[in-house]
Nanobody, 124 residues
Framework: QVQLVESGGGLVQAGGSLSLSCAASGRSFSSYVMGWFRQAPEKEREFVALSSWGGGSTLYADSVKGRFTISRDNAKNTVYLQMNSLKPEDAAVYYC?????????????????WGQGTQVTVSS
């Protein structure tokens, strides 16, 4: 398994941007589907975005499509989430996750590793 550490959360005004990073330690980073989930207070954890093993395929939740961009650097064992045009409803704790079980499993939150989460707050 890989160990994941997120960074980059914070407070931003609506319409602003934030960039999250997730550094992985461990072997075979490139063999994991990597991505992000988020959980707002009193809501279930929801899928945000993922990047396939080599980064050639990406998927986004409809709610963030066109505003968020996921990328990964396998040489640095890091996955990123660039968030633009942030809305108050984007406020949540964002979790990095990794799965060797494939894209479908990842979207169902069947992940092998989770980060500790980073808070994103969007003021209106």
């Amino acid at each position: 398994q890989v160990q994941l550490v997120e960074s980059g959360g914070g407070l931003v005004q609506a319409g602003g941007s934030l960039s999250l990073s997730c550094a992985a330690s461990g072997r075979s980073f490139s063999s994991y589907v990597m991505g992000w989930f988020r959980q707002a207070p009193e809501k279930e954890r929801e899928f945000v975005a993922l990047s396939s093993w080599g980064g050639g395929s990406t998927l986004y939740a409809d709610s963030v499509k066109g505003r968020f961009t996921i990328s990964r650097d396998n040489a640095k064992n890091t996955v990123y989430l660039q968030m633009n045009s942030l809305k108050p409803e984007d406020a949540a704790v964002y979790y990095c996750a990794a799965s060797k079980q494939g894209i479908t499993a990842f979207r169902r939150a069947l992940c092998d590793s989770w980060g500790q989460g980073t808070q994103v707050t969007v003021s209106s």
